[in-house]
């Protein structure tokens, strides 16, 4: 098969129009209770489209830097562009800084570049959390009220929600206090992943603490995240736990075809998707294709999809030495040849090619600033870290 001829079969309850239980955050109604989770390096404007492409619901921009979007870097910059299909246009922002952060959504809303915004305060990664930021922020309560209630301000209009952790070990759990203060401040929505911060992405997520948020927080939507791999687990999710929708990140990895299972589950359909080789062959080369359309390059556009190869051939049998020359591919034209050489008539391989995927990590001490868990309000040493966390960050 021609692999520049190559179209994607795409599963049939991603093509008609979506069914379910509609979710409403704000002023924007969902067709499917799903949310693609902001993933750095992963969730650009290439990768939302790749999704949309298999199924529906609202598809967030990685995590971007207030600091660096006020300070309209290049990175940040070109992490909020929206593709014209993209017709509800989702941003994440991270900071730790109230006035920062306000100014930034002041900004989003000025110039019309969001139609929702959401605040990170679930990032689990060391560079993030040894500031302050992150899953460590809402520790700090008059912080985290601050940051929130600003946000809101600033949105106006706009809804603007939140996500977050546990909390950053299980003896300084924030999610239920957390989750009051959001609810009282305005928030559109809030979404939680089951896990506290020392857990990073191991174990198994405690769906539970969903239902205790979802019992806290009455007035407004509340999300569940983490562990859901398939339509399936989705589904469950909700009926456990009585969140109003989920959150979807590593499930999808090298996984888009996942949009179309979830919009079937929640329409009551068993139908999965089973893509053979060729399908995921032709996928790759269109991720690779949008890839090159939002970097303008070519050369950045392989670089980038060498991170996928791995997700998406988890499960098939492709040898090693095609691997990793997947995981080395310098063009399209390069691209090409390596599909190639695949079979694409070869079947579905079956449970080896779903479950966990992404590195899960091992439960770990959270970095931290000196003395953050002494006190729930913030000293001056640490207003003074929290003041420059940002500095470093690339905005994204």
Not at 19 to 28: F, H, K, Q, S
Request: charged share 25%; proline share 5%.
């Amino acid at each position: 098969m021609n692999v520049l001829d190559a179209t994607v079969t795409r599963p049939a309850a991603a093509a008609a129009a979506a069914g379910g239980a509609p979710l409403r955050i704000g002023p924007l109604e969902l067709d499917v209770p799903v949310v693609l989770a902001p993933m750095a390096g992963i969730t650009n404007t290439a990768y939302r489209r790749l999704c949309r492409e298999f199924g529906a619901g609202l598809y967030v921009s990685e995590m971007i830097t207030s600091r660096a979007l006020v300070e309209r870097t290049p990175g940040s910059m070109r992490l909020i562009q929206h593709h014209e299909s993209e017709t509800t246009r989702s941003i994440q922002l991270y900071g730790v800084d109230p006035k920062t952060v306000s100014d930034a959504v002041t900004m989003l809303v000025a110039e019309n570049r969001a139609d929702h915004i959401d605040l990170n305060f679930g990032c689990p990664v060391p560079k993030v959390t040894r500031k302050g930021g992150g899953s460590a922020l809402p520790w700090k309560t008059r912080l985290f009220r601050d940051i929130v209630e600003g946000a809101v301000k600033a949105a106006g209009d706009l809804p603007l929600t939140i996500k977050m952790r546990k909390g950053i070990d299980k003896d300084h759990l924030t999610y239920l206090e957390a989750g009051r203060i959001a609810e009282g401040a305005g928030v559109a929505a809030v979404a939680l992943h089951a896990r506290t911060a020392s857990e990073f992405y191991s174990g198994q997520a405690d769906w539970s603490a969903i239902a205790k948020l979802k019992e806290t927080v009455t007035s407004i939507p509340v999300l569940g995240n983490g562990d859901i791999w398939s339509g399936e687990d989705a589904v469950r999710m909700v009926e456990q736990t009585g969140c109003d929708g989920v959150v979807v990140g590593r499930g999808c990895l090298g996984r888009p075809w996942l949009f179309g299972d979830l919009v079937a589950a929640f329409n009551g359909e068993k139908d999965v998707a089973q893509p053979s080789l060729g399908v995921v062959a032709a996928t790759v080369r269109r991720h690779t294709e949008l890839l090159t359309e939002f970097f303008d390059s070519e050369e950045w556009a392989c670089r980038d999809i060498r991170k996928h190869m791995a997700w998406y051939f988890k499960g098939y049998p492709v040898g090693g030495d095609l691997r990793s020359q997947l995981a080395k591919v310098e063009s399209l034209n390069h691209l090409d040849d390596l599909l190639g050489q695949l079979d694409w008539e070869m079947p579905y391989p079956g449970v080896g090619a779903e479950g966990p995927r992404g590195r899960a990590g091992h439960p770990k001490r959270p970095a931290l600033p000196d003395g953050w868990l002494d006190s729930q309000e913030l000293n001056e040493a640490q207003s003074r870290e929290v003041a420059g966390a940002e500095l470093d960050s690339s905005g994204g």
